[in-house]
């Protein structure tokens, strides 16, 4: 499967929707905003990103709400959430992401010397 996702596929058509909504509710939007990335981190490219797919993370940037999902039906990190609809862990999002890092172990804690610049990879 995840050969299937680094080479582009849409994970819509390899994991059931059942499946599908399961990692979506845990699930934290971050954005690489283009103007940002063209700008400042030009080495970002999507097959980058493909290749590091399953992989853990560590992302950092700005902090912002979106306002377009503030209500609970798509906040499953509310006490309250409705676990059949909700689809994502908060109405939070980073953006622009301004630092990612994947974890070069199999684990990283946040403070691990494992993490690794996408730029560097």
Not at 53 to 65: A, H, N, S
Request: proline letters at 6%.
């Amino acid at each position: 499967m995840l050969s299937q996702l680094r080479s582009g596929s849409n994970y819509n058509r390899i994991l059931s929707p059942q499946d599908q909504h399961l990692l979506d509710q845990p699930a934290v939007v971050v954005e690489m905003t283009p103007y940002y990335r063209e700008q400042f981190r030009p080495s970002w490219t999507l097959p980058k990103v493909q290749n590091v797919i399953g992989r853990q993370v560590k992302v950092t940037g700005q902090l912002m709400i979106d306002n377009v999902h503030h209500k609970p039906a798509d906040d499953c990190g509310l006490a309250d959430a409705d676990l059949s609809s909700c689809w994502r862990a908060s109405v939070w999002e980073v953006h622009p992401v301004t630092s990612f890092q994947v974890c070069s172990a199999e684990h990283c804690e946040v403070n691990s010397a494992n993490w690794v610049n996408l730029d560097d990879m």
